[in-house]
């Protein structure tokens, strides 16, 4: 069985096509996609120059599921994004988008643990089963959402402190007030 904590190494060859070096056969973009909403980390190296492709094969799959309707980033935020190439905010925004995806994961395993603890229901019969769907149907709505994980999918990283979050809020309205300078 594969190490799931090991990346999938993915060759491509000269060829452009891509080979699962662990079931040794050929995988498509939706394949590795595939690979990625089950949890595990890929990556992809060019076979003749060694290179790591692997950013600029996730941001193909995105574009291909965004070009398919499957819209999940918003105009504005892209055009944001566009813009923090060529100006000062390029040092920052990937700390920026880190931390908001962390603040993400985070709400979401609060909220799933909060409704298992406060939900009467917990003492029916059969509640169990009722809460296994529920979590399915959140990993399914959620699986699009960066790789974004879920408590049933393993440990994430600790929790801040409550002065903590305050802290990274405060940090996030800093970010923000720099964003809204550079843009007028």
Same mark, same amino acid.
């Given at each position: ?120 229901? *917990? ?12 979590? *399915?149907?959140?990993? *399914? ?19 801040? *402190? ?23």
């Amino acid at each position: 069985m594969a190490d799931a904590k090991k990346p999938l190494l993915i060759k491509r060859y000269a060829s452009r096509r891509l080979y699962n070096t662990e079931t040794s056969d050929y995988v498509t973009l939706e394949d590795i996609a595939g690979f990625i909403r089950e949890g595990r980390e890929v990556q992809i190296i060019d076979l003749k120059s060694g290179d790591d492709l692997t950013r600029q094969y996730l941001l193909q799959i995105i574009a291909e599921h965004e070009s398919r309707g499957e819209t999940m980033l918003p105009v504005n935020i892209l055009t944001d994004l566009v813009r923090s190439y060529t100006n000062q905010a390029q040092s920052f925004v990937p700390q920026f988008l880190q931390s908001s995806f962390d603040m993400l994961r985070s709400s979401q395993t609060r909220m799933i643990e909060g409704i298992a603890k406060v939900n009467p229901m *917990a003492k029916v019969p059969g509640f169990e089963a009722m809460q296994a769907q529920q979590e *399915a149907f959140l990993k *399914a709505m959620t699986q699009g959402m960066g790789g974004l994980s879920t408590p049933w999918a393993g440990p994430t990283r600790e929790e801040p *402190a409550a002065d903590g979050l305050d802290a990274i809020k405060a940090q996030l309205a800093a970010l923000q007030a720099k964003l809204d300078q550079m843009s007028k």
